[in-house]
């Protein structure tokens, strides 16, 4: 491995980093497998600080965007996971962090699970073999895609459907019901706990209402989907910040974007495929890094991955393209 010292950040001046995960710490583990461990958040965060990154809000960040060369970065999270409370909490306030946190409008006080939560505990209570046959079964009705692995071919399912699907499944084979795993897990903050983030500087966003795959939406669909997730996260916090993060980082055609940002008084829509040339200007697309899958948590890989996404076609052909790519085998 390169010492990182020996690595230039020369070339991350006038951009700025947002890193993002969904769950930290083993208490609620069970509910989402990709956690990260407190102590690798702890030891991620101050090697940034420690190379001379300095940690602000993504609305700050925002507003100094082309105007400043400074190394800057900012934290977030989706889903409104409970461990930001428990875990990340004490640690941002120990170091001095603003959170920004990414809220599902139906998940909010632990209220139902997204469609993709249910097959998480779904699949911990049926084999492979027992989900693939249900999925055959229940095919035809639901129009799920024949070719591929699960997850595509639960995303081949239509959007308005993915919910009715996942409560039949669970109905099979979870032993209780949705509201009784909700009520005894509880793994989505709280109203309290929402307040008490925000009191000590957390910023909340949208996430959409459902956790709905932009990349398939119209776009009156997509109005919908985050004007509800504006309303119901406006009766749990003072001031939702003007930003979304696309559910699973799925884009929608890039050139609704800014349109979007714009009916919606967002500043920015944020997906997940960060390289060094974005987050430079106040752009509607802004990008974000990954902290989880990846090995022994490292600065080296987190910092080298977004340099090498600039060799790939993608940038090259943007020009013509009018859908991004997605991360297709991403459930989250
Ligand atoms: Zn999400």
């Not at 974000?288 to 910092?303: G, H, K, P, T, Y």
Request: glycine share 4%; aromatic share 10%; hydrophobic share 40%.
């Amino acid at each position: 491995m390169v010492p990182f010292k020996s690595l230039s950040l020369f070339p991350l001046r006038g951009s700025h980093l947002v890193l993002y995960y969904h769950q930290v710490g083993e208490a609620t583990a069970g509910f989402y497998p990709d956690a990260i461990e407190s102590d690798e958040l702890l030891r991620v965060v101050q090697g940034f600080q420690n190379l001379g990154f300095r940690f602000c809000s993504l609305n700050e960040a925002y507003q100094k965007a082309e105007s400043s060369r400074e190394l800057s970065i900012s934290l977030t999270s989706d889903d409104g996971l409970a461990s930001n409370h428990q875990i990340v909490l004490p640690i941002a306030q120990k170091l001095g962090i603003p959170l920004t946190l990414f809220m599902i409008g139906k998940c909010l006080d632990n209220r139902a699970l997204a469609w993709n939560h249910k097959l998480i505990q779904i699949k911990r209570h049926c084999s492979e073999e027992q989900l693939e046959a249900a999925l055959t079964k229940l095919g035809p009705r639901f129009q799920i895609g024949e070719e591929g692995a699960l997850g595509q071919r639960l995303f081949s399912v239509t959007d308005s459907k993915k919910d009715a699907l996942m409560d039949l499944l669970w109905e099979l084979f979870c032993p209780e019901t949705q509201n009784e795993y909700l009520k005894r897990t509880q793994p989505f903050l709280s109203k309290a706990q929402m307040r008490d983030l925000e009191d000590s500087g957390a910023e909340f966003a949208l996430h959409s209402q459902s956790h709905a795959d932009f990349s398939r939406l119209s776009y009156p669909q997509m109005l919908i989907e985050l004007k509800q997730n504006g309303a119901h996260l406006a009766d749990y916090i003072r001031q939702p910040a003007p930003f979304f993060a696309f559910p699973y980082g799925r884009e929608c055609r890039l050139d609704l974007i800014p349109q979007l940002c714009r009916d919606l008084e967002l500043k920015a829509a944020l997906g997940l495929r960060f390289r060094i040339c974005d987050n430079r200007q106040q752009h509607a697309l802004w990008q974000r890094i990954s902290l989880e899958n990846v090995n022994a948590l490292s600065l080296e890989q987190l910092l080298l991955r977004p340099v090498a996404r600039l060799f790939r076609p993608r940038r090259l052909f943007s020009k013509f393209r009018l859908y991004s790519n997605n991360l297709a085998d991403s459930i989250f």
